[in-house]
């Protein structure tokens, strides 16, 4: 039998009212069920909300940015105030970018989960990108060169070779030409 | 046992000096008996090593809670399993692993490479036994000596992390310790040819299946570090571009760089110099590693406590990079190419481009890694360097790095023509551009995943064509049958087929990658009973109802298990559980004591197209009303076919036969030596 329908029968099976079904209970013990939650509200699940999160970082230690820490195995104590403290200042109208100014305003530059490409810190986006062109350029000089100093050294060699390859026979001509197929695959 | 194990790390380190110390010294040379003892001090190091494990171990099992570590690792209720796994969960335990498993791994060399490389293995032991020597010194001298007694004997441990309790932590620890460790046996390998100046391909054959091993392991790691990341932690995604991950993922790097460049050394003796430098970058990337993870310099969710023990990898990493560097300098005229570059339109120049990207995106991770501390130094502010950095630095280099995945392949060693080109890249390109046109039509707008996918699909196409090609090439031959062909084909060019199953594992990695980019996140509180709706990627809608939360009594935690009745597209799919757990340890009372915060299980639906992930936050008021966290991850599956991919390309490139260095050197010789003759001659 498929599982799905081993499941759905399954679940027929199940007593009605379903588990759970009808008046809120109370757990057995309440303290073993990690940190008691708030009910959600209609900010926790705004895009805006949460990209805006993602940029900026917990100040609890744990260097993951607010969204991911609140929403991580949900210990954490500073990531859902901080996410009230935003979404206190959405309501006050500002926008993402106001938010995060405000932020950075309050805890300083830290509090972003990648710098601002400013000063200093062009450095930390563009070095890698010039470095490896800068080295990438260098390498094509390089061969660029040397293929050519290659290619003059394989031009004075040329009739030494052919007379060295004028004594094969057919056979062994033949033989060659299937290795050099065989090192082109 | 602590006894004995103390008087075997100290036996480990007195062998350990004696096999290095005689090994640099030359005296060994032109004295067959001092050889032997040079070599044969490696296996006593590697046998004091294993004593004191043995030693570690049985205390743990033992629950003998006097020893400090074994009081801060374990507890009497932890599951056996995860007795065996706090072996290596903390700081010194990690240390005495990396100890005996070098130890073993320097042994094995001894043991098993061929007898035409003995002049080389001397100095192999000596460098293995330096290395060892360093991580028993940092045991013994640093106060990380697993051995420490407390002053008293606590009736029961503190227990192990709840996030360490999971049958990843059992394998994707010990897999990144083999990964880095066995990386200092090519190295060992590396300063042996450079000392007695033996610099043919000669190291380069004894050593490049250590390579292999150590890239394979690293890379199994690290994508186990993924898996324990998505099934544990709770965040819902497997990668953070956290400090310790980079660290992982950096030899990782310098190692495929260099599996790549050293077909260019074995066929054409070319790229000698910068071969030996990607080996000792490497070690040198695995010390630093380990020198993030242990010192606390920076910031990571992976760190162990913050020690001085991270200062003495420092300092072991400014003495090893001093000397490898100017032992390498002191040969270089020793490595000079043998042939050069013919053009630039080559398999090798573009091996060596790809060496470069592989090089580039390594510095890149690092100097991302290390820029916080750069701008403290500089601005005397600090930052964060996160997630948003990494990916738009990275994403570029990366999609880079996947179309030179399917491009090298396509082009002829030595020097390609035009016509070459058109036969090799027609169907890849048109692979790869039927693929962005379907997602177009399918909607598929976001730039970087159709890019990938693309690429992605010309990749797939190179990796088809070459198979395709080699296959029908062995039909038309041999009069084969498909299957016969396609397995003689891979059997018999083991390593360049294996390569190629690796690079359709990094197309899998990709393309899950990528996947990611559509994910679906929405939290919501649900009584019993209530539903709530989430559309899927691919345009299903998922109904989620919460039945209830149950509490239990479990090994060593209490369990709040919250359960979820699933429907796609209003049809039953079964149901999906996350916990809570609260773990407990007995007190000097015989009473249970909360240990550790509480931790979460995620309920997890994993399917090829998407995985349902679904994270029980906590109750309300506690009540049966439940907070949750309801992900659709496309795609993700994928991420761990990509790993067995990769293991399975891996293990069939490293399989002994198949062709013997030695041959295909020659092979390649032959051919090569020839070919220029060929043309003259006029043979079309």
């Known amino acids: 039998m498929h599982r799905r329908a081993f499941l759905s029968l399954q679940q027929d099976a199940v007593a009605s009212p379903r588990a759970g079904q009808g008046d809120v209970g109370t757990l057995f013990n309440p303290d073993v069920a990690g940190r008691p939650r708030a009910p959600t509200v209609e900010g926790d699940n705004d895009v805006v909300v949460r990209n805006t999160e993602l940029r900026l970082r917990c100040s609890c230690g744990c260097t993951l940015d607010i969204f991911t820490c609140r929403t991580t195995d949900f210990t954490c104590t500073y990531s859902p105030a901080l996410h009230r403290e935003i979404l206190a200042l959405f309501a006050e109208g500002k926008t993402s970018e106001g938010v995060i100014a405000a932020f950075v305003d309050k805890y300083g530059e830290k509090i972003l989960m990648a710098p601002k490409p400013e000063g200093f810190n062009i450095a930390g986006y563009v070095v890698p990108g010039v470095a490896i062109l800068t080295v990438g350029g260098i390498v094509a000089w390089i061969i660029r060169r040397r293929v050519r100093m290659s290619a003059e050294r394989a031009g004075d060699l040329t009739g030494e070779r052919a007379a060295a390859a004028a004594t094969g026979t057919d056979d062994e001509l033949d033989r060659l030409k299937r290795e050099l197929a065989e090192m082109e695959k | 046992m602590t006894l004995l194990g103390n008087f075997a790390l100290w036996a480990a380190l007195l062998f350990g000096i004696w096999g290095a110390v005689l090994a640099f010294s030359g005296r060994w040379q032109g004295r067959p008996e001092v050889a032997l003892s040079v070599t044969r001090s490696v296996y006593a190091v590697f046998a004091a090593c294993a004593v004191a494990s043995i030693a570690l171990w049985k205390g743990i099992i033992a629950h003998d809670f006097n020893i400090e570590y074994v009081w801060a690792y374990t507890s009497r209720n932890l599951p056996s399993g995860y007795l065996f796994s706090a072996f290596w969960a903390g700081q010194k335990g990690s240390l005495l692993f990396w100890a005996v498993v070098l130890s073993l791994f320097a042994a094995l060399a001894q043991a098993m490479t061929p007898r035409r490389y003995a002049p080389l293995m001397p100095y192999v032991a000596g460098v293995t036994s330096a290395v060892t020597v360093f991580f028993v010194a940092v045991m013994l001298f640093s106060g990380a000596n697993p051995f420490d007694r407390l002053p008293f004997t606590p009736a029961d441990g503190r227990g192990l992390n709840p996030q360490l309790q999971n049958p990843g932590m059992m394998i994707h620890p010990p897999m990144l310790y083999l990964g880095y460790i066995s990386i200092t046996i090519p190295f060992a390998f590396a300063i042996a040819a450079l000392l007695s100046k033996r610099l043919d391909t000669g190291w380069i054959h004894a050593m490049r299946r250590w390579m292999l091993v150590s890239w394979l392991f690293l890379g199994v790691g690290i994508t186990l570090g993924m898996w324990w990341a998505y099934v544990e932690l709770g965040w819902g995604g497997y990668w953070a571009w956290d400090p310790v991950e980079n660290a992982s993922l950096l030899p990782w790097l310098t190692m495929t760089a260099f599996l790549h460049s050293v077909m260019i050394q074995e066929k054409r003796g070319m790229l000698k110099r910068w071969n030996l430098s990607l080996v000792v970058g490497t070690f040198l990337l695995s010390i630093f590693g380990t020198f993030i993870t242990r010192s606390g310099v920076i910031a990571s969710v992976h760190s162990f406590t913050q020690s001085n023990v991270g200062y003495y990898f420092l300092a072991f990493l400014v003495v090893i990079a001093v000397a490898s560097y100017t032992l390498l300098y002191t040969r270089w005229p020793m490595l000079e190419a043998d042939v050069e570059l013919e053009s630039m339109v080559s398999r090798e120049a573009a091996f060596l481009f790809n060496n470069l990207l592989f090089v580039g995106i390594a510095f890149s991770v690092l100097w991302g890694t290390l820029f916080p501390i750069l701008s403290e130094a500089v601005r005397g502010t600090k930052i964060t360097v996160g997630p948003p950095f990494f990916n738009k630095v990275n994403v570029p280099l990366g999609l880079l790095l996947l179309a030179l995945t399917g491009i090298g392949p396509l082009i002829a060693w030595r020097k390609a023509s035009v016509q070459n080109l058109q036969r090799q890249f027609a ?258």
């Open chain 2, 427 to 684: 169907f890849p390109v048109g692979s790869g551009l039927l693929v962005t046109a379907v997602l177009v039509a399918l909607g598929v707008r976001d730039l970087a995943p159709l890019m990938t996918w693309g690429l992605a699909g010309f990749v797939g196409g190179t990796i088809a064509q070459e198979f395709w090609r080699g296959t029908r090439a062995r039909i038309r031959m041999y009069g084969e049958s498909v299957p016969m062909a396609l397995g003689r084909l891979v059997g018999r060019n083991r390593r360049r087929y294996g390569g190629y199953i690796v690079h359709l594992a990094m197309l899998v990695y990709f393309v899950a990658f990528a996947g990611m980019a559509f994910k679906v996140q929405r939290e919501a509180t649900l009584k019993p009973g209530e539903s709530v709706e989430v559309k899927s990627p691919f345009g299903h809608t998922y109904t989620f109802t919460h039945v209830g939360i149950s509490q239990f009594k479990q090994l060593n935690r209490y369990v709040s298990a919250a359960t979820v009745e699933v429907a796609l597209d209003g049809k039953p799919d079964g149901r999906i559980v996350s916990e809570k757990r609260q773990h407990f340890t007995i007190n000097e009372l015989g009473t249970e004591e909360a240990s550790f915060e509480p931790s979460t299980e995620v309920g997890i639906r994993s399917g090829l197209r998407e995985d349902v992930y679904i994270v029980f936050a906590g109750a309300v008021d506690g009540t049966e009303e439940a907070v949750y966290r309801f992900n659709i991850n496309p795609l993700v599956w994928w991420v761990w076919a990509g790993g067995f991919i990769l293991l399975f390309g891996g293990l069939i490139t490293m399989w002994p036969g198949g062709g013997t260095p030695v041959a295909s050197r020659r092979h390649a010789e032959a051919g090569y030596g020839v070919e220029l003759a060929t043309a003259r001659a006029g043979v079309p």
